[in-house]
């Protein structure tokens, strides 16, 4: 049997005061459980998604050498916004070891994602008039063997290798890190 209250409150269609804290309740538990996963993901996305892309330069950078016939580099700056972009040597006969940038958008700065960085950059050169350091693919598509580590703040790591046999990149998995 039914109070004339409980009618009432149903026939508005309304919720008590329990019955919202308890919806809030169960929503705060909930979202204590699930944010900390989140926010330990977000970084893992970011430096993952850095590694992809840097790997698409680099084998864009290989390709177009091959394909060419001319020297291809990938600069990196490791500043207060870490970056890489691609240059080229237009014409190594009259004008040689002068590069310019790659004309579209592979020529331009890409930033890497907030909280990512260069952590290491081995087997790169560094270029004597501008200090740039980069990494070069030859006319046939060969760089030196190279490791590039990026790295997020909290401490997520992505490892590219490039070959020195064919210059192909690759992404080294945690396990296969060489001690």
Known sequence: MMTTSSCHRRANGG????????????????????????TGFL?????????????????????????????LRVIFAKGELPSYRIVYEPDPMNEPATFRALPGEWGTKTELPEG???????GSETD????????EFSADGSAPAATIVLAHENGEKVTLEVDPADGRTRVVEPEEKKP
Do not use: C, H, N
């Open 15 to 38: 919720f008590t005061l329990y019955e919202v804290v308890v919806v809030l309740i169960v929503f705060l538990v909930v979202s204590a459980v699930l944010v900390p996963s989140f």
């Open 43 to 71: 970084p893992s996305v970011r430096v993952r998604k850095a590694g992809s892309g840097l790997l698409a330069t680099l084998g864009k950078a290989r390709f177009d050498a091959a394909l060419t016939a001319r020297r």
């Open 128 to 135: 004597p008039q501008t200090s740039e350091e980069f990494l």
């Open 116 to 122: 990512v960085s260069f952590e290491s950059i081995e």
